[in-house]
């Protein structure tokens, strides 16, 4: 006898229903999610195709017949090199923590093999949940995770029509308060040195910029755009080496980096090159990394509240595992600026 | 070929119709000469059937892929996540994923973790900056790690050789040793060290190599200010510095923080109190980290080889085990930048 759920209420299904579509026992079910070593290939994947043809949620039936499941989270960052994503961990952490639970770091690199090679390995361990900024945020092996029940929170990302709870910042306001900021300390001449334009927040913080740019009629050819290899230190030097590369009657005076660390890469090539900040090239990043206030200059960029963003995420996650009856949430954060002597000068 | 399980070698075997051990020799080499014929139908067979070697040895390990656990204290802090690059660069060469653990220095934590590697059956298990002078922790540690060991893990340390593994010895005391002894060269006579708390064995080791050979050098002691191993730890302690040099006239001509992090505050408390760091003063540092290097003027540091630390200690792992604990000593070398110019 098949079951079907009910529209919208994918947590129906039960470990009986699996039973029960797949032909098999209890026992059976109980093996194929704890001990598959025990069971058949064929059987195996006859119950695996119940599970996912009901939307069965794994830890949802993991809770009672589960012991001694390895009692941690994950997350699964694009770049444990840079303290953005290290900041939200520790957010994650905190709550995590507060759980009784361990929390898991993986590094995707921003590569999509080595993402799912994580996913895939997660998924086996059988980690409660997972948190995720990831590659392609519309990456279906997202969908099956969270299909074939592990419960999935998106960071830093979201994702229209979501099937899970995401966290982000509204980066688009975001780019819009960096060159508004600009705008008002008079430069006509900006540059956005963005990252590759695959990354989303790449796209969207040049969004807002460019919203800003037009509202306030200024022409669109003064604002350029750079795109940087990486959105890293050493790209943003090479950035820095590009934009003197222009002729004067082109070379902006301000530039909005899409990160704090091609910020400080930009900020190292000028002043190395002799060239001052703001008085020849005034720099806006984005994130607000604490190295943003240690810098030679003090870096003027746009906050994100990282640890925030990482504990709320994982408040959602945590009430997902433990709460069958749980509704995704597509939480938002304001992001602001914090004006520092890389545009305002010094006092 | 989404959700099909990974063809094995034994698959190729059986849709050649052949033994294991000819699909062996014919896929991965051997002494042993194979008929063509057979050579054919197990080529022809791994090609049909979508058979990788990489994705045999996942399905041997049960069919999961293999993880090495590395446990760090601070991933936030670019000397961790530095070493954790130049390991997962050399883990993934060797097809295996990264578990990053963060301590947080914190006992409790660090025993979690390694209980939960050892549940996951984690392949190995590299611990980066566990050092404490806690012993009782330091015993429960080994004890964990020990039966890890006994069910067939590999594991290693970055650090100072205090647990039942190969490590990778960082020669800190040496390093500040020979910052001193530059120093003292550049003309510093009067030295103070911002330093971490005691008990943190990498900071109290620096501390120890930077004094110690100042003494030699000019017969005196430098003045010790202790706070935590961070940015603001280094802010403070230098502030209290600046202020007891302001109100007792303390002479001090160069500081060495021990970390690069802890010496970036103390140029941003220079800087607020109007005190210029090269001219009036030389600040140095330890660790060379990346992000750093744009801090005005250069900061004069020791670098150590952080992503090559790395990649040795996932080297010790997974070669061959030796019968002795190994330790592979790690040399810095001094960084001179204008920080610290010499002193007229």
């Given amino acids: ?108 690199d921003g590569r999509s093999a080595r ?28 969908d099956q995770l969270s299909e074939r029940g592990t419960p999935v929170v998106i960071v830093d990302r979201t994702r229209a029509g979501s099937s899970f709870c995401s966290v982000a910042v509204d980066d688009v306001l975001g780019g819009r308060l960096a060159v508004e900021h600009l705008i008002d300390a008079g430069h006509k001449r900006v540059a956005y040195v963005g990252g590759p334009e695959s990354i989303g927040q790449v796209r969207d ?40 590369g222009l002729p004067a009657r082109r070379r902006p005076t301000a530039a909005f980096c899409a990160n704090d660390l091609i910020a400080l890469g930009l900020l190292q090539q000028t002043i190395s090159s002799g060239r001052t900040v703001p008085g020849d090239l005034a720099i806006v990043g984005y994130d607000d990394i604490e190295f943003a206030a240690a810098a030679a200059v003090p870096l003027t960029s746009v906050r994100q509240p990282r640890q925030d963003l990482g504990r709320r995420a994982a408040e959602l996650l945590l009430d997902e595992v433990g709460d069958p009856a749980h509704q995704h949430e597509q939480v938002v954060f304001t992001p602001e600026l914090v004006a520092r002597a890389s545009t305002l000068g010094r006092p | 070929m989404a959700g099909e399980r990974a063809a094995t070698l034994s698959d190729v075997a059986r849709e050649a119709g052949v033994s294991l051990a000819t699909a062996s020799r014919t896929l991965n080499g051997s002494d042993r000469v194979v008929r063509p014929e057979l050579q054919e139908r197990v080529l022809a067979a791994a090609n ?42 050399e ?50 540690v080994a004890d964990l790690l020990t039966s890890y060991l006994d069910g067939g893990g590999r594991a290693a340390a970055i650090s100072q050789p205090r647990l039942p593994v190969d490590t990778v010895v960082i020669d800190n005391h040496g390093g500040a040793q020979a ?39 000019t017969g005196s002691e430098p003045t010790a200010l202790t706070d935590e191993f961070s940015r603001d730890g280094g802010h403070r302690a230098m502030s209290r510095l600046l202020e007891d040099r302001r109100s007792n006239g303390t002479e001090i001509d160069c500081v ?12 941003a408390a220079c800087r607020e109190a109007g005190v210029e760091v090269g001219r009036e003063l030389a600040v140095a540092g330890f660790d060379d980290i990346e992000t750093l290097r744009d801090v005005t003027p250069g900061l004069t540091t020791v670098r150590l080889p952080l992503a090559e630390i ?24 001094v960084v001179l930048r204008e920080s610290t110019p010499p002193r007229s």
């Fill in chain 2, 91 to 140: 883990a993934e060469k060797h097809g295996l994923l990264v578990m990053l653990c963060n301590t947080g220095g914190q006992p409790e934590r660090e025993k979690k973790f390694l209980a939960a590697l050892r549940r996951q059956r984690s392949r190995a298990i590299v611990l980066a900056g566990s050092d404490t002078a806690d012993m009782g922790h330091t015993g429960e």
């Fill in chain 2, 179 to 217: 910052l001193a002894e530059r120093l003292v060269g550049l003309g510093y006579r009067r030295a103070a060290v911002l330093t971490g708390p005691e008990d943190l064995l990498v900071s109290a080791e620096r501390h120890a190599g930077f004094s110690e050979a100042w003494i030699d050098a």
């Fill in chain 1, 205 to 244: 913080r040049g969004e807002g910029a460019r919203q800003a740019w037009t509202e306030a009629g200024l022409p669109p050819e003064d604002l350029i755009t750079l795109s940087c290899e990486a959105p890293t230190v050493a790209a943003g030097r090479a950035a820095g080496e590009r934009l003197v």
């Fill in chain 2, 256 to 267: 060495f923080a021990v970390n690069d992090l802890m010496a970036v505050g103390a140029l």
């Fill in chain 2, 48 to 89: 049909k059937l979508g058979y990788t070697p990489n994705a045999n040895a996942q399905a041997m390990a049960r069919g999961s892929t293999e993880t090495v656990g590395l446990l760090v204290k601070d991933i936030s802090d670019p000397y961790f996540s530095t070493i954790a690059g130049g390991l997962a660069a």
């Fill in chain 1, 115 to 142: 993402e799912g090679a994580h996913l895939a390995h997660l998924q086996q361990q059988r980690v409660q949940g997972i948190l995720i900024t990831p590659v392609d945020p519309d990456d279906p092996q997202i």
């Fill in chain 1, 1 to 108: 006898m098949a079951i079907t759920p009910a529209a919208g209420s994918p947590r129906s299904a039960s470990v009986k229903d699996v039973a029960a579509t797949a032909g098999v026992s209890l026992g059976t079910v109980s093996n194929v999610l704890n001990r598959p070593e025990r069971v058949s290939r064929t059987t195996r994947e006859r119950v695996e195709r119940a599970m996912a043809d009901l939307g069965f949620v794994r830890n949802e039936s993991a809770r009672s017949l589960r012991t001694g499941s390895t009692q941690s989270l994950a997350y699964v960052m694009l770049d444990a090199g840079n303290p953005f994503f290290t900041d939200v961990a520790r957010g994650i952490e905190l709550a995590a923590e507060a759980a009784g639970l361990s929390l898991f770091l993986c590094n995707s």
């Fill in chain 2, 310 to 333: 790395g990649r040795q200690a996932l080297e010790l792992v997974l070669g061959e085990p030796s019968a002795e604990l190994r330790n592979k000593p790690v040399h810095g070398e």
